[in-house]
């Protein structure tokens, strides 16, 4: 299993979980393994969207699984992905953001408190999506304050419920909506003005 091959060498290099105890052959091992191979790809495509960096975003997802492990017997059963997803968002806020802070003392939600909120409707979501591709929507998520991109990969990427989100992100449900509702005005925004400059929508169609 790739998997498994990927994390032994970590595992063992950091010291993290012996290599006998990480790979031993039972059925909890077994089931852990099946359940972080179907999400896999979703645990790395969000480090990878919440890094923005390759390197970083595998260091990530791979002390998430290691972590995750070392909790599994903790899992409730009821939804692994956000499970392993709230695992590796409070990782990223813990550590990769500590290393970012300035030392404001506002926060972002005070930061981007006059961000406006598109009312519904106003905006041709679907056109812009249907004509952007990938990499164009990747770039303008990154443009997105992080705070408000978490929210809005967890959400409208993800799937998750608001309450799920407030459980990864640590913050109260009506914070998740606040950063949900501004990350997804502000990833319009710049998603309209490309499409705009590219010629996809005409401005009396972006309100």
Do not use: C, H
């Amino acid at each position: 299993m790739v998997l498994r091959q990927l994390l032994m060498g970590i595992a063992v290099a950091r010291g993290i979980l012996p290599s006998a105890m990480l790979f031993r052959k039972d059925a909890k091992r077994d089931r852990f393994e099946r359940l972080t191979e179907q999400v896999f790809p979703s645990l790395f495509g969000t480090a990878l969207r919440l890094t923005r960096d390759r390197e970083d975003a595998s260091d990530l997802a791979q002390e998430a699984v290691i972590r995750a492990y070392e909790a599994f017997d903790r899992f409730d059963d009821r939804n692994f992905k956000a499970w392993m997803l709230r695992i590796l968002t409070n990782l990223y806020i813990n550590k990769y953001r500590q290393r970012k802070r300035t030392g404001l003392s506002e926060s972002l939600d005070d930061e981007y408190a006059a961000e406006p909120v598109a009312p519904e409707g106003t905006t041709p979501d679907r056109m812009l999506f249907d004509n952007l591709v990938g990499a164009e929507v990747e770039e303008a998520l990154g443009r997105v304050p992080p705070d408000f991109r978490t929210a809005v990969l967890l959400s409208d990427v993800e799937g998750l419920t608001y309450e799920e989100i407030a459980e990864a992100t640590q913050v109260p449900i009506g914070t998740v909506r606040s950063r949900l509702a501004r990350g997804r005005a502000i990833l319009r925004r710049e998603l309209e003005q490309y499409a705009l400059e590219q010629g996809y929508i005409r401005k009396e169609q972006s309100g």
